[in-house]
């Protein structure tokens, strides 16, 4: 029986609904010192002077770290990206541990380490400090005018990095005759990623190193990044990752874990703590970039693209972070969304006074999707075009190969998942039954497309380790760098390696969810939907090689030659006939004991992956607008995909409403807002940061079209962020097809409409009375 493509349960789910699961705070040491960090309350200043008398007075507190402490430490790049041995295409390095310049409010200045919690933020709020205010700018495309503020000297105008593409001749494309031109301007939001467990880490060390346990979803990278802010050799770092309680790219970069092991330096190796709270959590962690997106399409009378221009504003915030790799794939998924010979595309990720934005599930795709989907709605719309057969004329063709990435449209998939989505959610009936009325309560129906990359080559290294083990019981241990972080996928690798080996159930896969630097074998992490696709490389190359190890054993046992055994269900089986000639254990037992060849049968391999691959799918959404109240029910919502093979049905499905649900919030309510006089940000809580909750669900849908990635072991492809990608735009042109009004900015709450559906004069008196 098939191992994969079935629906099993988690492989963790009975620890976590016990409780018995354990996170980086059940694994803190008793005694662990606490540590609380003092962060600016201005957006732009140099710090003068820190007072911390009034802290060090304060029992328990044991010492006071400031910004002019970590001045002689070198500044380190956060972002969860790969090494990469060529320097101009290594990440930016302009973070200190602690900082003396100032670039946003919240910005770390000093660090109070004490007994305890209490004293420790106490300690805080002794604290005084001292500035020469400057200037600030929040808003990217006003940064980069002359005489704005300048966050960073080396980025006087504060682009930290401008790519373009171009393709065939835009400004002669455009004097053709008789061309359609559909403009817009369009606008996302920052929002944060609120996984429900917050960033926390602690550190002590041990026989002259140091050890941080700390939530994240990179620990390998961790590990080279707490070298480089200490300025000591990495192999002197060891990262241990837990449990975490999501991440959504969040916990995609170095967080605190540089100053939590700084600290337990500083303490002479004592365990030291750093818990964020929630609203640290906003505006100290990372967010998504928020973007301006400007889109010019000409079109001929038949709807054919003639030419297209884009361009990208992202707004970086106070630090580079992952920087332009999120806005360089948002400017690069418009030459191959919906592919045109005369392209002129340009993005900008620019400083600002405001949280640093770093990865959030979907990387740049989410805001490229809304300004792309939107604008070719509007151009249907224009052209007096069905919206989905329009889309059919002028989405990427099968057979469509990507120049950069080399990636391959192998399928009709973009027609498949919305053939099965507009039968699912039975578009054309209310279609044609909606988007006539005049009334205060209006319905509409809209969808968006998607497309989305697995993994991240050839942008930097794509790499894959495991070890196996054979038990002595017949059970296969399993060790990899590509971590679990809630989407459940050391159930999906415990499937692939139980098929792989020849094992009778993915029960007898026990798969090491706990990461260790000094143990586990090096892996990138929980990014870029590429864990199951890349696993599933090293896996293979993995279990064939502990295969033939087992099988070896077993001829020299059997006197069978290998080429006649096979590893079947957890026996080794003769292929003539399937005879069983001995059980996993029974021959683990025999090597393990044999006083004369005594083998622990292991195998360990890296893979290097230099494949990517595409997935597609979209978003069907069912809306009911009241008008005068400016409200938007959404009665229903199907999102399809074409993600390859499935592993585990169950698993793909929940990874589809999560992806849903985070794409309503974003779509509907979410936005982080900061006070345009002095930069502080006005509701980095869960109270006033409208996150979407169950009230503000439909019945969630998923479906997929399964079409075998050929370039995958697996036939897999990428799944974890792509249902977050299209749901915004479809929700928009929903909302589009009920009022006839076009939004452009996101989210679409009651506050926009209000102004939106005011200039489209639908807001009546009357209603109001």
Avoid at 439 to 444: Q, Y
Wanted: hydrophobic share 35%; aromatic share 8%; glycine share 8%.
């Amino acid at each position: 029986m098939n191992k994969v493509g079935q629906s099993v349960a988690r492989v963790d789910a009975f620890d976590k609904v016990t409780g018995r699961t354990k996170y980086y705070e059940d694994r803190m040491p008793p005694g662990t010192l606490y540590a609380r960090i003092f962060h600016a309350e201005v957006a732009h200043a140099i710090v003068k002077r820190v007072d911390t008398s009034a802290a060090l007075a304060i029992p328990g507190v044991l010492k006071v770290l400031t910004c002019f402490d970590a001045e002689p430490l070198p500044c380190f790049p956060t972002a969860g990206h790969p090494w990469s041995m060529d320097p101009s295409h290594q990440d930016t390095r302009d973070r200190h541990l602690l900082n003396t310049h100032v670039r946003y409010w919240g910005d770390d200045v000093a660090l109070v380490i004490a007994e305890d919690e209490v004293s420790a933020m106490q300690g805080v709020r002794a604290i005084k400090a001292e500035y020469e205010e400057l200037p600030f700018v929040l808003d990217p495309v006003e940064a980069m005018k002359e005489g704005a503020p300048v966050l960073h000297e080396e980025f006087p105008d504060n682009i930290l990095k401008h790519t373009d593409r171009v393709q065939g001749d835009y400004e002669t494309a455009i004097k053709k005759e008789g061309l359609i031109r559909v403009e817009g301007w369009y606008e996302t939001p920052m929002v944060q990623h609120c996984h429900i467990e917050n960033h926390g880490c602690f550190a002590y060390m041990e026989n002259g190193r140091i050890t941080v346990v700390t939530s994240t979803q990179i620990p390998h990278i961790i590990r080279r990044a707490v070298g480089q802010a200490l300025d000591i050799p990495w192999a002197d770092v060891r990262i241990i990752k837990p449990y975490i309680g999501g991440g959504f790219g969040n916990k995609q970069d170095v967080l605190y874990e540089p100053l939590c092991a700084w600290a337990s330096k500083e303490m002479h190796g004592r365990c030291v703590r750093i818990d964020c709270t929630r609203e640290e959590t906003f505006v100290s962690n990372r967010v998504r970039h928020p973007m301006k997106i400007h889109i010019i399409t000409w079109l001929n009378p038949d709807g054919t693209l003639e030419a297209r221009k884009v361009e990208v504003f992202s707004g970086q915030g106070a630090y580079a972070s992952h920087g332009h790799s999120v806005t360089a794939k948002a400017m690069n998924s418009f030459a191959q969304h919906y592919p045109c010979e005369n392209l002129q595309l340009d993005s900008y990720t620019v400083y600002t006074n405001k949280p640093s934005a770093g990865a959030m599930r979907g990387y740049g795709m989410p805001q490229a999707s809304f300004a792309d989907e939107a604008n070719i709605e509007d151009c249907a719309k224009v052209l007096g075009l069905d919206p989905v057969e329009y889309r059919r004329k002028v989405l990427m063709p099968v057979g469509f190969t990507d120049a950069f990435s080399g990636n391959v449209n192998y399928f009709d998939s973009y027609n498949q998942c919305m053939n099965r989505a507009m039968e699912i959610i039975d578009f054309k009936k209310k279609q044609a039954e909606y988007g006539h009325d005049t009334g205060n309560l209006r319905r509409g129906i809209g969808m968006a497309t998607f497309w989305y990359n697995t993994a991240v080559y050839p942008i930097s290294l794509e790499t894959s380790s495991n070890r196996m083990l054979l038990n002595l019981d017949g059970t296969v241990t399993f060790q990899c760098g590509e971590t679990e972080i809630g989407q459940g996928g050391d159930t999906a690798y415990a499937q692939m390696v139980a098929e792989a080996v020849g094992l009778s159930s993915y029960r007898d896969v026990h798969v090491e969810s706990v990461q260790d630097t000094d143990l586990t074998p090096t892996g990138l992490g929980a990014y870029a939907s590429r864990q199951t696709y890349v696993a599933g490389f090293s896996i293979k190359q993995t279990a064939g090689m502990l295969r033939d190890r087992i099988l070896n054993h077993a001829s020299r046992l059997t006197r069978q030659a290998v080429s006649n055994l096979d590893i079947v269900d957890g026996d080794v089986v003769r292929k003539g006939d399937g005879g069983i000639l001995m059980s996993l254990k029974e021959l683990a037992m025999t090597v393990q004991y044999d006083p004369v060849n005594s083998d622990h049968i292991t195998a360990e391999s890296t893979f290097t992956i230099r494949n990517n691959a595409y997935s597609f799918g979209c978003t069907f959404a069912e809306v009911e607008v009241d008008v005068a109240l400016c409200k938007v029910k959404i009665l229903n919502m199907v999102n399809v995909h074409d993600c390859g093979n499935l592993i585990n049905p169950a698993l793909a499905e929940a990874q589809v409403h999560g992806g849903m649900s985070m794409a309503i919030g974003f779509g509907m309510s979410e936005q982080l807002l900061f006070d345009e006089k002095n930069g502080k940000p006005l509701n980095n809580n869960l109270l006033d940061y409208k996150l979407s909750t169950f009230m503000d669900h439909p019945r969630l849908q998923g479906d997929f079209i399964e079409n075998a990635e050929p370039t995958s072991p697996y036939g897999t492809k990428s799944l974890g962020e792509p249902p977050t990608c299209s749901g915004a735009p479809a929700l928009r042109n929903a909302i589009l097809h009920a009022t006839g009004v076009a939004i452009d900015t996101i989210p679409l709450n009651p506050h926009r409409l209000f102004k939106e559906f005011t200039d489209a004069g639908l807001i009546h008196d009357s209603w109001r009375d």
